[in-house]
T-cell receptor, first 111, second 112 residues
Framework: DGGITQSPKYLFRKEGQNVTLSCEQN?????MYWYRQDPGQGLRLIYY???????QKGDIAEGYSVSREKKESFPLTVTSAQKNPTAFYLC??????????FGSGTRLTVV | AQSVAQPEDQVNVAEGNPLTVKCTYS??????LFWYVQYPNRGLQFLLK??????LVKGSYGFEAEFNKSQTSFHLKKPSALVSDSALYFC??????????FGTGTRLKVLA
C-alpha cells in the first residue's frame, strides 16, 4: 500500500539534545511537509520541500532543520535551540493540488 | 493576510441528528478548500475538497460540504451523525501552489 511512514511513534528528548524524526513516502510525491500540532492551535508549518535538494522555511522554522536528499525521505531534526519542542509532529506529502496525504505522526516529549 | 477560521472549538450533536461544522475563509483568487478529520494520536485523513464546479461537494463517510462564495464559507455537513464521527475536524485552504492554511480545528462530539 502506498503511504507515508513516520517513526518513531513516540520520542523522548532530554534537555539540550538533538533528535531526528523520520518521514518516508512511497507515493512518488514531489512535495513534502512538516507540521507541528499543539492543542488549540491547529497545524503550523515548520518546513516544506517541493523537490529534492531544495526546501523552504515555514512559519515556525526556528530550532528545526531538514534535509531532502531523496524524493522519498524528508527527516526533521529538532535541535537544542527549540525551547518548547513538546508537540505532535505530522509529515505530509502531495502531488499537484489534490490535498495532502498525512503520516500517523510522532509525539515528542521533553523529559 | 489569508486565513481560515473555524469559529467553534467544539460541536455537540445527538446521534442521528444532522451535523454542521463551520468554516470561513479569506484567500485571494479562486479558493481550493479541503476538510480533514483526525482521530486521537493519528494523522489527518482527507474527507473532501472543493476545486471548482458544484457548490455541494460529497466526500468520504457520508460527509458533504457546501461552498458559498458570497459568504466565503465552506461548512461541513452530514445528514445523520454517528457516534463514530466523533473526532477533530480541520478546514484548510490552498495558499499559492503548495502550501495550505489550516483552521484551528473543531472537536465534534456525537452523543449516543
Amino acid at each position: 500500500d502506498g503511504g507515508i511512514t513516520q517513526s518513531p511513534k513516540y520520542l523522548f528528548r532530554k534537555e539540550g539534545q538533538n533528535v531526528t524524526l523520520s518521514c518516508e513516502q512511497n507515493l512518488n510525491h514531489d512535495a513534502m511537509y512538516w507540521y507541528r500540532q499543539d492543542p488549540g492551535q491547529g497545524l503550523r508549518l515548520i518546513y516544506y520541500s517541493q523537490i529534492v535538494n531544495d526546501f523552504q522555511k515555514g512559519d515556525i522554522a526556528e530550532g528545526y532543520s531538514v534535509s531532502r536528499e531523496k524524493k522519498e525521505s524528508f527527516p526533521l531534526t529538532v535541535t537544542s535551540a527549540q525551547k518548547n519542542p513538546t508537540a505532535f509532529y505530522l509529515c505530509a506529502s502531495q502531488q499537484g493540488a489534490g490535498g495532502y496525504t498525512f503520516g500517523s505522526g510522532t509525539r515528542l516529549t521533553v523529559v | 493576510a489569508q486565513s481560515v477560521a473555524q469559529p467553534e472549538d467544539q460541536v455537540n450533536v445527538a446521534e442521528g441528528n444532522p451535523l454542521t461544522v463551520k468554516c470561513t475563509y479569506s484567500v485571494s483568487g479562486n479558493p481550493y478548500l479541503f476538510w480533514y478529520v483526525q482521530y486521537p494520536n493519528r494523522g489527518l485523513q482527507f474527507l473532501l475538497k472543493y476545486i471548482t464546479g458544484d457548490n455541494l461537494v460529497k466526500g468520504s463517510y457520508g460527509f458533504e460540504a457546501e461552498f458559498n462564495k458570497s459568504q466565503t464559507s465552506f461548512h461541513l455537513k452530514k445528514p445523520s451523525a454517528l457516534v463514530s464521527d466523533s473526532a477533530l475536524y480541520f478546514c484548510a485552504a490552498l495558499e499559492g501552489t503548495y502550501k495550505y492554511i489550516f483552521g484551528t480545528g473543531t472537536r465534534l462530539k456525537v452523543l449516543a
